[in-house]
């Protein structure tokens, strides 16, 4: 059964509409749906049901609720990858496969280090672009919630934010670290969330790490090898979920 994205859809009634142009487009013209068709609506915030289609137009289509859909239980504490942007698109393959694996929040981070640079009007753009692309791993993945994808983040601003209920995990190519693996399960027990810090190609700088393990981050290696930005960042996202 399809799914379709609508942020707006009231549970509590029996209609539901779904007025995205996109997800109109991809409806009418892509899988040349009809009324009558079964389809799902979700909201993601954590609600879905499956509708069947009552009324089609290019503004609007019409669905009545047919059930309601039961969903597993949030896991206890969040998880939120924050990642210096990497060349290319490859920061679009990071929220695609850490959405499909249950990341709840994504911090593009500006590093010393980072080598790409985002003008107010280019970073705009990139936003959109970033939660097109995590709401279409949410609809192939079949959760039911969107990560929040936020704007572009200074290393120290972010550093400066941490609250008593965040454990962070910094994993980085130099220093006293501690295999993630084996830190992981023992310290994050009581925390809301957990937070990974991963750096640009070159690692942090040293001024960079000295700051964070002043602010209670956790310096951590992932391994034997030197990972590349999108590896890691799917690595630790994954090891979370499989975890929490």
Not at 75 to 98: D, M, R, Y
Not at 127 to 150: C, E, F
């Amino acid at each position: 059964m399809h799914r379709f994205y609508a942020p707006d859809a009231d549970f509590k009634k029996q209609f539901l509409m779904i007025s995205d142009q996109q997800e109109i487009h991809h409806l009418l013209d892509v899988l040349r749906l009809k009324e009558e068709d079964l389809i799902c609506i979700f909201n993601g915030r954590g609600q879905e049901a499956a509708c069947r289609i009552t009324k089609l137009s290019r503004k609007i289509v019409e669905t009545k609720m047919i059930s309601l859909k039961k969903n597993k239980p949030k896991k206890k504490a969040s998880i939120i990858l924050a990642c210096a942007i990497p060349k290319k698109a490859k920061f679009e393959l990071v929220i695609e496969k850490c959405t499909e694996l249950g990341v709840d929040e994504i911090i593009p981070l500006k590093t010393k280090r980072t080598e790409v640079h985002l003008n107010k009007e280019k970073a705009q753009k990139k936003s959109l672009r970033y939660q097109t692309v995590a709401i279409n791993a949410v609809k192939q993945s079949k959760r039911v919630t969107v990560p929040r994808i936020h704007p572009v983040t200074k290393f120290e601003d972010l550093i400066n934010s941490f609250g008593q209920e965040d454990i962070v995990f910094l994993p980085c190519l130099t220093g006293k670290r501690i295999p993630l693996h084996k830190a992981f399960p023992s310290l994050i027990a009581d925390k809301k969330r957990i937070i990974f810090l991963i750096g640009p190609e070159g690692d942090f700088t040293p001024q960079e790490i000295d700051l964070a393990v002043q602010s209670r981050c956790i310096p951590v290696s992932l391994g034997n090898t030197v990972l590349k930005v999108d590896t890691a960042a799917i690595s630790v996202v994954a090891m979370a979920n499989l975890l929490t």
